[in-house]
């Protein structure tokens, strides 16, 4: 606490609205202590400096900034504000002290909160990291698979089973570290003598899964997942641990709750395994391992949901070996920790890194707020930096993106001459670890708040979604700071392989393909890896909360999502090859090597990547008439006809979709408020009075429209057209698909004939 100081002050006149409001604000809470008389314009106040301690920072920087009443008297003395030498003008805020306060002076990290119904066993678990020394291939199918059907605990003996589960209608309601009170008792089974070889099994540890157990023979297992907390869905993640192991017989594990219908267990992926003797004698680390993998449809049907099963076989390395099953990498929250501490504890690291809490999870967990970059020579310079905006595991279950995350990490903090020319020219913003909690209780998808958070970001509701609705506004003060060149969410990928990006099309003429320079770039510096072809850069409907989305709505061109496989490659050197984290890592610097590459003063690489792009869509405008039976030459002499064939688009509207029957009114309104927006052939730069939710499909509208009326007065003028212009109209025509029930016209293009 500080002492309260008091000073007097003598005003002319009122301070504008917001100085207003805040001096009533402290009034009203007792840190302006209320003699304030308003004599004839005059206000004498006393202040209570605690009162200037409970803004924030935000409010403490725009208070000075607008060189406020209470900050301008140079009477007033606290230990966050410094004054240059005369004491009288200037003030500004001392750098804070304890940059890494979170972390206490011992270096001790902070436990982890869970839910206060979460047993959690005592034990600390540690992997060791490690690189298999030979490429772990795809599992090849031999075609004799077993399907194993599924028993169930009547016929079986339930051997491990966590009680009770908090699903759908319970939620989420305190935390505290160490979870649940009290002891915690053994849930395995309790073994009958040294012969008794069934496993023990445990997942009470930070993002462990597995809810059930059941024996159904002597060395077959069926599993339960645990759904996400507070739902009752999303199995897909499993982290667990076995004891009691024999050597040389074959155990088979079914996991029977799988809920994907597809799965890339079907095309090779092994599970993950670790031998806790393996590590202590000969340093080997997790491992892809299985036979019989076999991903399919559970037999026995609630009713009301499929489930799928994933059945392995496997032999142990050793007897009574302590070992884990994970469904990727585990990279836990306390993994992270102990990163960041480590950055932290380091002379050179934490001169160019500052870290902050960007804010706390529903249960209490720093959500971390990394800043990197030089320090620039002159203001000026370091107003001049663009921003590079990364973040990860968003999606707890995920862990492939802390991997990546952790490469780049690597990378920026290094002293390599790139990571230093990095930091000279970027601010890198970077949330390492979005999801603590979900990381923390071992779900796949949520947050404690039951909820996908990559479908929540234009959300309001700051309590219920602390994380990005902090991340969002971070990134918004950026956007107010200074450009953001690239926004990118680290994901894992459940059904493709291989690393790919989600991007967002923009139909500006001037930056025309522009989001797909940076994506291709990185195709091209890992070739083995990362696949141009499976990017995609449509914007979805469906996809509107996501954090890609929001952010290139915000106004980040090159936003996007990035999805990295839970198995491996089918490129190069490395197709049918499982991703070691090494190969996950190398992604994190490869995204730093493809920022100098698109940042490059030379413009050959981007003009080049440009021109390649453009030759890409013209094969794939190509294929598209193709599909439909026409033939085009688009090299060749151009005349173009425009139709009117409204007959035509309904057709083609009618077999997309069928017209849905309309539920409310809102509905209704909002078609006709659509329809009374665009009339036929009405471009619609003129709507200054659209509903901002009608926003972007007006734009992508617009842009069409405005095309092809140029195509049209051309076309009547029978005037050739350059190619580029026809390639745009092509990709806007075929490729983009515009929203449907808007559009009154269609257009066909003729190519190459006298039409
Ligand atoms: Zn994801």
């Not at 469904?327 to 929250?333: E, L, N, S």
């Not at 993994?335 to 501490?341: G, M, V």
């Not at 952010?551 to 499982?578: A, P, V």
Request: a positive charge; aromatic letters at 12%.
């Amino acid at each position: 606490m500080f002492p309260a100081l008091e000073t007097e002050r003598k005003q002319e006149t009122l301070p504008d609205p917001y100085e207003d409001f805040m001096y009533r604000h402290l009034q009203y809470y007792g840190y302006f202590k209320g003699n304030t008389t308003k004599t004839l314009g005059q206000v004498v106040p006393s202040f209570s400096f605690y009162g200037l301690f409970i803004f924030s920072l935000h409010i403490q920087i725009e208070a000075i900034s607008r060189d406020s009443l209470m900050l301008s008297s140079p009477l007033l003395r606290s230990r966050q504000l410094l004054f240059d030498e005369l004491d009288q003008v200037n003030p500004r805020l001392r750098e804070p002290r304890e940059l890494f306060a979170f972390f206490s002076s011992k270096g001790t990290l902070q436990a982890p909160r869970w839910p206060i119904e979460c047993e959690v066993i005592k034990e600390s678990i540690h992997h060791i990291e490690w690189v298999p020394p030979q490429p772990e291939y795809f599992y090849q199918p031999t075609g004799n698979e077993k399907l194993p059907e599924i028993v169930g605990e009547e016929k079986g003996t339930v051997v491990y089973h966590l009680n009770p589960v908090p699903t759908e209608g319970s939620y989420f309601t305190s935390s505290r570290v160490g979870g649940k009170r009290g002891i915690i008792k053994e849930l395995a089974v309790t073994l009958e003598g040294p012969e008794d070889d069934t496993l023990l099994f445990e997942s009470r540890f930070e993002s462990g899964n597995l809810q059930k157990a059941v024996q159904v023979d002597t060395y077959e297992y069926e599993l339960t997942l645990r759904t996400d907390l507070y739902t009752n869905k999303h199995t897909q993640w499993f982290y667990f641990r076995v004891q009691n192991t024999r050597k040389d017989v074959t155990y088979r594990f079914t996991i029977v709750n799988l809920l994907k219908p597809k799965s890339l267990y079907t095309v090779g992926m092994k599970p993950l395994m670790y031998s806790q003797l393996d590590a202590n004698i000969y340093n080997i680390g997790w491992r892809r391992e299985g036979n019989e993998i076999k991903y399919y449809k559970n037999n026995t049907d609630n009713g009301q949901q499929s489930f799928y099963c994933l059945t392995w076989t496997i032999q142990f390395p050793h007897d009574q070996d302590t070992c884990f099953f994970a469904h990727f990498y585990p990279y836990t929250y306390t993994d992270l920790q102990c990163y960041l501490l480590s950055v932290a504890k380091n002379p050179i690291q934490s001169q160019f890194c500052k870290l902050r809490t960007l804010c706390r999870s529903l249960a209490g967990n720093t959500v971390y707020l990394l800043t990197i970059t030089n320090p620039s020579p002159t203001p000026h310079e370091a107003a001049a930096k663009k921003a590079v905006v990364l973040s990860a595991r968003v999606h707890p279950g995920e862990s492939n993106a802390s991997w990546i995350m952790k490469g780049f990490l690597d990378f920026i903090l290094s002293n390599s001459p790139d990571a230093q020319l990095l930091r000279d020219i970027f601010v890198f913003k970077v949330v390492p670890m979005l999801n603590p909690d979900g990381v923390i209780v071992g779900n796949y998808r949520c947050s404690l708040a039951g909820r996908d958070l990559n479908r929540h970001y234009k959300t309001i509701l700051k309590e219920s979604f602390p994380c990005i609705w902090h991340t969002r506004n971070m990134i918004k003060r950026l956007l107010e700071e200074r450009e953001v060149l690239l926004y990118c969410d680290f994901h894992g990928h459940s059904r493709k392989n291989n690393i790919f990006l989600y991007g967002c099309n923009n139909n500006d003429r001037k930056y025309w393909l522009h989001e797909r320079v940076f994506p291709l770039m990185l195709s091209k510096n890992a070739p083995d890896k990362f696949s141009f072809h499976s990017c995609n850069f449509k914007v979805q409907k469906c996809k509107e909360g996501t954090g890609r989305v929001v952010m290139w709505r915000m106004g980040i061109l090159n936003s996007y999502t990035m999805e990295s496989t839970f198995s491996g490659s089918t490129l190069g050197d490395k197709r049918n090859i499982h991703f070691t984290i090494e190969d996950l890592k190398s992604l994190g610097y490869h995204v730093c090597d493809t920022l100098l590459d698109f940042c490059d003063p030379d413009k050959t690489k981007f003009t080049q990547c440009l021109a390649e792009l453009k030759e890409l869509l013209q094969q794939e405008i190509h294929k598209k008439f193709n599909e439909r039976g026409e033939e085009v030459n688009l090299e060749g002499s151009w005349t173009v006809s425009l139709y009117f064939l409204e007959q035509l688009n309904q057709k083609m509207m009618s077999k997309k979709k069928k017209k849905k029957p309309l539920q409310t009114r809102k509905q209704r309104n909002e078609l006709h408020q659509k329809n009374k927006l665009m009339p036929e052939f009405k471009l619609t730069e003129d709507a200054s009075v659209r509903k901002a939710e009608l926003a972007p499909t007006l734009q992508k509208q617009s842009t069409f429209y405005k095309t092809l009326e140029n195509f049209r007065s051309s076309a009547m003028k029978n005037e050739k057209l350059s190619l580029n212009s026809l390639i745009h109209f092509c990709y806007l025509y075929l490729l983009v698909p515009l929203e449907a029930g808007n559009i009154k016209f269609g257009v066909c293009v003729v190519v190459g004939g006298q039409h």
